[in-house]
Structure formats: C-alpha cells, structure tokens
C-alpha cells in the first residue's frame, strides 16, 4: 500500500525558507516519478516540481524555477521539496504525489 506523509509546513515571513518533507512507504521512491503539488485557498490544485525514477531529473513549475529544489534521499525513501525566497503566493497546502496517491498535506503560510 502506497502511503505518503507530509510534514515540515509552517509559517514563514516573506523572503524566508522552508524545506517539506514526504516519507514514502509501501514503494521504492527511487523507482517513481514523484511530485509536489499545492493548492493555495480558493483554488485548484497546482503542480510544482517533479523527480523522475532512475536518474532522477527534475522539472519545475515557472513559479518555482529558481527557488524551489525537488531532491530524494533513497536510503530514507523520503522526498524533499527546499522552498527559498517564500512568497505569499506560495501559500498553499503542499502534496506530495506517486503511483496515484496523494498524502494529507502540510500547510505553509508566508506572512509578515
């Protein structure tokens, strides 16, 4: 069973950073493509970033190219999402995505 927990939100002044956490179970993350996704209130959900399996190439939402890093740890089969120069438009609950599944969230808010 593919399970996915989201963790690392919070509250962050503009300017600031954050790094979210996904602990995956039940798969290999080194063998998905995994995604962050967010959806800010009010709107429909957004994708952000992607690492695919096996080598692990990266893509990025224009709204994260710059700022947002996607990594993976395989020996804690964990995904990171490393947010830098946090913005109020990136206020959201952040997902984590593989196989289907999404997890619960985690909220983030920038605010001053």
């Known amino acids: 069973e593919v399970q996915l927990v989201e963790s690392g939100g919070g509250l962050v002044q503009p300017g600031g950073s954050l790094r979210l956490s996904c602990a995956a179970s039940?798969?290999?993350?080194?063998?998905?493509?995994m995604n962050w996704v967010r959806q800010a209130p009010g709107k429909g959900l957004e994708w952000v970033s992607t690492i695919f399996s096996g080598g692990g190439t990266t893509i990025y939402a224009d709204s994260a190219k710059g700022r947002f890093t996607i990594s993976r740890d395989n020996a804690k089969n964990t995904l990171y999402l490393q947010m830098n120069s946090l913005k109020s438009e990136d206020t959201a609950v952040y997902y984590c995505e593989a196989w289907g599944e999404r997890g619960q969230g985690t909220q983030v808010t920038v605010s001053s």
């Open positions: 039940g798969f290999s993350i080194s063998r998905a493509a």
